[in-house]
């Protein structure tokens, strides 16, 4: 609907952790986002994520220090900021 009105808007960020995460073993990070229709595509190399990058589609198993980011991108391409999380 907004894009169809070509209204301004922004994409919500992806959810998940709320904070930086200490873990001591293998840790499972769920993501999702609070809209709907809406894919994710993450990171965990610290490079900006993009439509190229990995589509979330399962829990993602963490078993080392590493940043995830990830984004919202809507069917029409409108992106969201990136998400960032610093797992150790």
Not at 21 to 41: A, E, G, M, R
Request: aromatic residues 12%; charged residues 20%.
């Amino acid at each position: 609907m907004y894009d169809v009105n070509h209204y301004n808007y922004q994409v919500s960020q992806p959810q998940g952790f709320e904070k930086d995460n200490d873990f001591l073993t293998d840790t499972i990070v769920q993501l999702s986002s609070p809209l709907y229709n809406t894919k994710i595509y993450y990171t965990t190399n610290n490079d900006a994520p993009t439509k190229e990058s990995k589509e979330y589609v399962s829990p993602i198993k963490i078993t080392e220090t590493q940043t995830l980011k990830a984004i919202c991108v809507l069917p029409s391409g409108k992106k969201s900021a990136v998400r960032v999380w610093e797992i150790h």
